[in-house]
Structure formats: C-alpha cells, structure tokens
C-alpha cells in the first residue's frame, strides 16, 4: 500500500514539474518576443531594425506552432504577418494571413487580413486578378467595415483596368471640368 501511494506521490511530482518547465519556457519566448518588439524600430529613424524584426518573426512563428490552443497564439499570428509585410516578404504575409483566416475565422481581425491580402496583391505582387478576388471577398463579407471605401475604390480602379497614371489623368480631368 505505501509503495503504491510513493508511486502516485512521483508521477504527480514529475507532471507538475513537466507542467512548471513547460510554462517556464512558453514564458520565456513570450518574454523574448516581447523584449523584441521594443527594439523593432531604430530610435532615431523609426525605420524597422530588420534583424531585430526577422528574430521576433521567428520567435512569433515559434510561439504559434508551439502553443496552438493559447489565448496569445492568433495575435501573435497576425503580428507575424504584419511584420512579413513590413520585412519586404509580401507571399509570406498573405500566406500568415491565410493561416490566421482558417486558424481563427471568428476574430476580429479577420477582415484586415483579407484586405491586407488584396492590397499586397495589388500593390507588391501584381496580381491584379487575385487582388481583385480578394477585395470581392472582403466586400461581400464586411460591407460596413471602415476600410469598406478603400476596397471598393481600389477594386472599381481593378475593374476599370486603368493604370495608376491614367487613373490620376482621368481624375485631373474631372477636376478641371468642375471649375
């Protein structure tokens, strides 16, 4: 009897101290994510400190396979497709965002994402036709979403299959015909 209790004594000791490593080390990245963010940005520039950034990226990552289930895992997610955008890694972003969409289709920031999406479609990958995809989906889906007229305006410019420049020239013309 008393060899069983000592049995049950030692697996309890080693789950709890399982547990306690575990959510010693899970700190410990948060700690370092954290630490990492602060330093993100150059003081005097305010221009991203890429190697800084591409270390909390991969922290941001780490923390996101590692601990699925956690109340900071979506955020986190969402931040590490921020800062691939922000690192000049546009196919990465829209993949991270695409992982936060099914990951956690009931948040939030959701919508962003899919904006996000369109919008480095259009504006870094060119690729109109996914760009316009995209913009279809977030209108069809967030209709009073406040970045609503920017979808709308960027996907009739898509539509219209002007460039940039002969957006601005039809525009300067609508502005003379005014006055």
């Known amino acids: ?71 900071l895992c979506a955020d986190m997610l969402f931040k590490a497709a921020d800062l691939s955008n922000g690192l000049q890694h546009p196919q990465q972003a829209i993949d991270l965002y695409d992982t936060f969409i099914k990951r956690f289709p009931k948040h939030t920031k959701v919508a962003a994402a899919i904006f996000m999406q369109a919008f480095l479609y259009e504006t870094t990958l060119n690729n109109k036709e996914k760009a316009k995809e995209k913009y279809k989906a977030f209108m069809d889906a967030y209709p009073q979403h406040p970045l609503m007229l920017s979808a709308k305006a960027s996907y009739d410019q898509l539509m219209s299959g002007l460039t940039d420049e002969e957006l601005i020239r039809t525009f300067e013309k609508k502005q003379d015909s005014l006055k």
């Open 1 to 71: 009897m008393n060899h069983h209790y000592s049995r049950i004594i030692i697996a309890f000791c080693s789950t709890w101290i399982l547990f306690v490593s575990c959510s010693n080390k899970k700190q410990e990245l948060v700690d370092k994510i954290k630490a990492g963010e602060e330093k993100l940005f150059n003081d005097s520039t305010l221009r991203l400190n890429d190697s800084v950034a591409q270390n909390v990226l991969s922290n941001y990552l780490i923390y996101t396979d590692k601990y699925k289930e956690d109340s």
